[in-house]
């Protein structure tokens, strides 16, 4: 008679592909490197077929393994997520949330939201984790995060959204450079144009809001985050769109620059939550949703 996987085995296989170390993975299973070695050995007798390739220097997986790994992760997250449906289901408004927000929303906008969760959900732990979209879209795929606070839209797979509110752009230009309060889209010149690099996603965002995708950016100049191009802008080496949460966070305070609103549109982008739609904590996820919008919108929150 054949047993089939446990899940506790599943588990350290997929620990040793996140990690590809043996001793890093035992640390994340919370186990001895010699007790997770030999439950690896155990699956590959279980599943009568080689999993990894050992060696002294590297851990490599065979194709099969590949495929176990990302059946496994499978299997997990529906376990984790048949275990959050329980404890949701007790009280939905408790536990651990796993939130991922990326570097051109965290800065500028938990100073503003915690207080308000803290207050209004304060049985509710938020376990932060800033990365890039496409990064955090992955960790939440296989279940390493349970939502996202980011910029819609952003194509993260079969994920449940829920906007929130629009975040308006404007354009920095070094200080006394554009002798006026407001500027319109025809009057940004695209070769003096310097945005965050490729994979961040305000960089189309904002080419998007301002009906300039048929332009480019300077990608010589493109930076890794908003300061560093601000403080680029101040030095006189081209102009920039910034999200209006960073300008009134204060992010350009005490810089040499000037920021000037646009006159023949409204530029925005969509800040929203999202989660996998088989994740059944939904209505905690709302809930979040609520507090986070009235916060940023000075909306009461219903009770």
């Not at 991922?100 to 915690?114: E, F, N, Q």
């Amino acid at each position: 008679m054949s047993f089939p996987p446990t899940l506790k085995q599943l588990r350290y296989l997929s620990a040793l592909h996140k990690t590809m170390h043996f001793g890093k993975a035992a640390d994340v299973c919370h186990v001895t490197q010699s007790t997770l070695s030999a439950g690896l050995q155990e699956l590959e007798s279980l599943l009568g077929a080689q999993l990894v390739e050992r060696t002294k220097r590297s851990v490599m997986f065979t194709a099969l393994g590949e495929e176990v790994v990302h059946r496994a992760l499978k299997i997990l997250n529906d376990v984790d997520d048949l275990t959050d449906m329980a404890a949701a289901a007790k009280d939905p408004l408790r536990g651990i949330v796993r939130m991922g927000i990326i570097p051109t929303i965290a800065p500028y906008l938990l100073p503003k939201i915690m207080p308000a969760l803290q207050r209004e959900l304060p049985a509710l732990e938020l376990q932060l984790r800033e990365d890039k979209s496409a990064d955090l879209c992955d960790q939440m795929r296989i279940g390493e995060l349970d939502i996202l606070l980011y910029a819609l839209p952003f194509a993260c797979g079969d994920a449940e959204e829920m906007p929130l509110f629009h975040d308006g752009f404007v354009a920095a230009y070094p200080k006394g450079m554009i002798q006026k309060k407001t500027i319109t889209t025809a009057e940004l010149d695209s070769s003096r144009l310097m945005l965050l690099e490729e994979g961040h996603c305000l960089r189309d965002h904002a080419l998007d809001a301002c009906r300039l995708m048929g332009n480019k950016a300077r990608r010589e100049l493109s930076g890794t985050s908003l300061p560093t191009i601000v403080q680029m802008v101040a030095a006189g080496h081209g102009t920039t769109l910034l999200p209006q949460m960073a300008v009134d966070a204060g992010l350009t305070n005490g810089v040499n620059v000037d920021i000037l609103p646009f006159s023949d549109i409204n530029p925005t982008r969509t800040i929203g939550l999202a989660w996998r739609h088989t994740n059944p904590r939904a209505v905690t996820f709302r809930k979040l949703g609520d507090v986070i919008k009235a916060a940023c919108t000075h909306e009461a929150v219903a009770a």
